[in-house]
């Protein structure tokens, strides 16, 4: 069965997998591992938006503290009241935005869509297996995806409002503010993280399992090995925070103390508890998972970056196994890295070089990923299309996040940048020129698969360029910023320690530093006006983009694209059988740049079809 | 195409779908448990010196308990081992008993949460703590301040550090005391807020327990109704029945990890 000789529509496919199940069973109850992944997708593009909103409401009461939010400032009032009083952004309703944008866009936002979306869409069809391992199982982590979301989403409208203790929730802050937004924050979180335990054990099972006759473990395109290695940061790092979310429940509901330290005073009295907790331990419980997390981020990332470039530079990945196997030091190495963000904790000099020593050795298995796919380039002649477009940012923009981190990963110099909007620049260039880039690559680029439809060139390319020099204009003052001295996490942006209110004090931040809060705002607004030709695209193509002529529109190697369009329930029309590794383009002497890895050898005779 | 390897062991890993889940949900759940004894340790190892409890629970009935669970795990392992040998009845036998054992242990570790929450450590405006279980209690709190009375059977110590190690303590003889609700400055029963102890003593057993009823649940739905696919499917039937026990297992561990943490070290 070869991709290029199918034409769709394929009449006789449906009837032989496909009963009618109805509306609900077909698209808000299914078992069928794509609708799952588009069902992720959408839920976690509509969350990936939400976050972005809180974040320009955020950035609006930065750059003009105490002034009404234009636009949705009355309607801000009407929900929030005293906390939006004429419609500014409070300093407690700030902490509750800063909190719940951190929260949305890392658990709710980009691990639902880069692990979840994608990996339920592609893996089962990359490694050429009918569905998922346990496809209800599958669909019981999406729910409990939406539970948790919905959870979350609630806690803005309750007595007290939405979680303000940031989305890394320390004790014992977090226990200690009135309300009860942060219960709903450590509930929401647990079913978030039942979610992605569900998710990740259907994963491993899948790529272990169901793998096609002949899809060794070397034929297994990259994106499956990233997906595969991220669903076991998941599955291992994820528990202990679930340890610690019930644990910081029982310091909220059950009134414990493990993690409220003896003579702990809240508000000026002593707070009514036993004591004897340890506040260290939820940092510690909290980074364990935090930082695997970060690699859960961008991971899959890579994974589309490798399918992406490979398909476009019509040329195998450059070091193909390195890339497995600096993956999968990756995976083991983010488990021993997580202190580096507490070097201001006190927990001492012989852990903190520790760990600034695991460190820096993690940053070479990055690296090496990085050069193989900037090597994969050397020699090509590149399609410029748009996802790769926005893999071609990609690389230099992870490039910038990773070696900002650097400094962050020595203890000395992050003395001075933690808790720094240099901070905030860092990991926004992993996550989002990164990892959201690539994400959009990834839409653009299975989105034919999905719909049997194009998305528009032309807007795709208005959205890349629209989002390269947005993003770029937001984070790189931040940087600046942070090396000023800018503190993160403060409602007026810092104005209160700006030399215009500290004159006579040195080390106040000077107008210019203060004056880039305004830049970053419009910034902000232009990566959101960015965003409506993507949105318009996204939706529109689905009814009116160009329809493929082929299975296989990007004339690609890997399995995926060797079904028909989009994949029936069952996915493949006959068992594949794979015959060879994932990215064979331009293979000298072949007719065609590009051979099917189930395209059996020419010098074999093959069986006769039919 | 239907899913492969949902019954019949793939040939290159030697394991069926199920039961490849199943092991990675166990290593999520040793790292779930393992936060928490982690936990554990150092809570324990940052106590302040004589303040981390010796002997405060019974160690007869956890003993007792401890047995309990051994037995329904053999029970377990000849329920699956009697499907195998195609013994339906012999089945439904063995894996009764592991739910009644399952109940068993509840009811025991019930017992003994009532038990901690019925006994109380009371300040006295003149120094002294007493301590002991709740006999009547017609206590009422208003305005900061305690009023009506109580009785409780239990002792009076000088120095809290008694309370602690139970261990080493001389037996105190125990009495029915009458306490005025005037003379009480604080008043606080052995629920988890008592102490970091008591803390992560509720928070692992009652994690515990509920993998026990969560456990005995699912054996029980494969007992009763479940049961049916035996006569469509019964090699399938037979894995459930292996899965589910694996799961048995672990949570049996986990138990034979805290029985001496909690009430032997």
Not at chain 1, 146 to 154: D, R, S
Not at chain 1, 161 to 187: C, H, K, R
Not at chain 2, 132 to 160: C, P, Q, Y
């Amino acid at each position: 069965m070869q991709a290029s000789a199918h034409a769709i529509p394929h009449p006789g496919v449906h009837e032989a997998h496909h009963e009618d199940l109805g509306f609900w069973r077909q698209y808000v109850f299914s078992t069928d591992h794509k609708i799952i992944g588009i069902q992720y997708g959408v839920t976690a593009l509509f969350f990936l938006f939400f976050g972005f909103c809180l974040m320009l409401m955020m950035r609006w009461q930065i750059a003009h503290p105490g002034q009404a939010v234009p636009l949705v400032g009355p309607l801000l009032a009407s929900i929030f009241g005293d906390d939006a009083a004429k419609g500014a952004v409070s300093p407690n309703l700030y902490n509750s935005f800063g909190a719940m944008h951190g929260t949305i866009m890392v658990f709710m936002a980009i691990v639902p869509l880069a692990f979840a979306a994608f990996g339920n869409f592609v893996v089962p069809l990359q490694i050429g297996a009918p569905d998922m391992a346990f496809p209800r199982v599958n669909m019981a982590s999406y729910q409990a995806y939406v539970i948790g979301g919905l959870i979350m989403f609630v806690s803005f409208f309750i007595p007290g409002g939405a979680a303000q203790a940031g989305w890394t929730s320390y004790s014992p802050l977090a226990t200690s503010i009135p309300g009860e937004g942060q219960t709903f924050w450590l509930v929401g979180m647990v079913c978030l993280i039942t979610s992605s335990l569900l998710g990740a054990v259907n994963f491993i099972a899948t790529i272990i399992q169901l793998r096609a006759p002949g899809m060794t473990w070397m034929r297994l395109p990259f994106f499956c090995w990233a997906q595969f290695v991220t669903a076991f940061l998941l599955l291992l790092a994820f528990p202990p925070l679930e340890a610690a979310g019930i644990m910081q429940l029982m310091d909220k509901v059950a009134h414990t103390s493990f993690f409220l330290p003896t003579g702990l005073a809240v508000g000026g009295a002593l707070a009514n508890v036993s004591g004897g907790g340890s506040p260290l331990l939820w940092q510690h419980l909290f980074w364990f998972l935090g930082h695997p997390e970060v690699y859960v981020l961008i991971l899959p990332a890579m994974g589309i970056v490798g399918e992406v470039i490979a398909n476009n530079t019509r040329k195998p990945l450059w070091g193909y196994k390195s890339l497995v196997y600096a993956a999968l030091t990756i995976g083991f190495l983010s488990f021993i890295v997580w202190a580096h963000h507490m070097y201001l904790t006190g927990m001492g000099t012989r852990v903190a070089t520790f760990f600034q020593t695991t460190t820096m050795i993690i940053s070479i298995p990055s690296v090496i990923i990085l050069t193989c796919m900037f090597l994969s380039l050397w020699g090509a002649s590149i399609r410029f299309n748009t996802p790769m477009l926005f893999v071609m940012a990609f690389l230099p923009m992870f490039g910038i996040g990773g070696l900002t981190g650097l400094p962050l990963g020595f203890n000395y110099s992050d003395l001075h940048l933690h808790d720094t909007y240099y901070v905030i620049a860092h990991f926004h260039y992993i996550v989002a020129p990164g990892t959201i880039f690539a994400l959009f690559a990834g839409i653009y680029y299975w989105f034919p698969k999905m719909t049997g439809r194009m998305m528009s060139e032309f807007w795709g390319r208005v959205h890349f360029w629209g989002s390269f020099i947005f993003m770029n204009l937001i984070f790189q003052p931040m940087f600046a910023q942070g090396m000023a001295g800018m503190l993160r996490r403060m409602a007026d942006g810092g104005a209160n320690y700006s030399q215009a209110k500290t004159q006579g004090m040195i080390g106040g931040l000077s107008d210019k530093i203060m004056g880039l809060h305004t830049y970053i705002l419009w910034a902000a607004v232009g990566l959101a006006l960015s965003q409506i030709p993507f949105i318009i695209n996204l939706f529109a193509s689905i009814k009116h983009g160009k329809k493929v002529t082929s299975d296989n529109p990007w004339q690609a190697t890997t399995l995926e694209w060797q079904t028909p369009t989009p994949p029936p329930h069952g996915n493949f029309d006959k068992a594949p059988e794979v015959h060879r590794g994932p990215y064979e383009y331009s293979v000298p002497g072949h007719s065609s740049d590009f051979t099917p890895q189930n395209e059996p050898d020419p010098v074999q005779v093959p069986t006769p079809v039919k | 195409m239907d899913i492969p390897y949902t019954v019949q062991p793939r040939p290159d890993t030697g394991l069926y779908n199920a039961k490849v889940g199943i092991w990675l949900f166990l290593a999520s759940e040793v790292m779930l448990f393992g936060a928490l004894f982690s936990t554990y340790i150092l809570l324990r190892v940052g106590a302040p010196e004589g303040l981390w409890p010796h002997g405060w629970l019974n160690v007869p009935i956890g003993t007792c308990n401890t047995v309990v669970l051994i037995t329904s795990s053999i029970t377990t392992v000849m329920a699956w081992a009697s499907l195998k040998m195609n013994q339906f009845g012999r089945f439904k036998f063995f894996h009764a008993c592991t739910i009644l054992l399952a109940l068993t242990f509840v009811g025991i570790k019930s017992y003994e949460y009532r038990d901690k929450f019925m006994h109380y450590e009371i300040s006295l405006a003149d120094g002294r703590i007493a301590d002991g279980h709740m006999i009547k209690n017609e206590l009422k709190f208003a305005d900061s301040k305690w009023t009506g009375h109580a009785l409780i059977k239990g002792h009076f110590v000088e120095d809290r550090k008694e309370l602690y190690d139970l261990k080493a303590a001389k037996s105190h003889p125990h009495e029915e005391i009458p306490i005025e609700g005037a003379q009480i400055k604080k008043l606080d029963n052995y629920g988890p807020w008592h102490n970091t102890y008591t803390a992560i003593y509720f928070t692992l057993t009652g994690l515990h327990a509920l993998h026990v009823i969560g456990g005995a649940l699912v054996i029980g739905f494969l007992w009763g109704p479940g049961s049916k696919m035996w006569k469509t499917d019964p090699e399938r039937f037979t894995n459930r029945i292996e899965i589910s026990g694996l799961f048995w297992h672990f949570v049996d561990l986990v138990w034979i990890f805290l029985f001496p943490v909690l009430y032997l070290l």
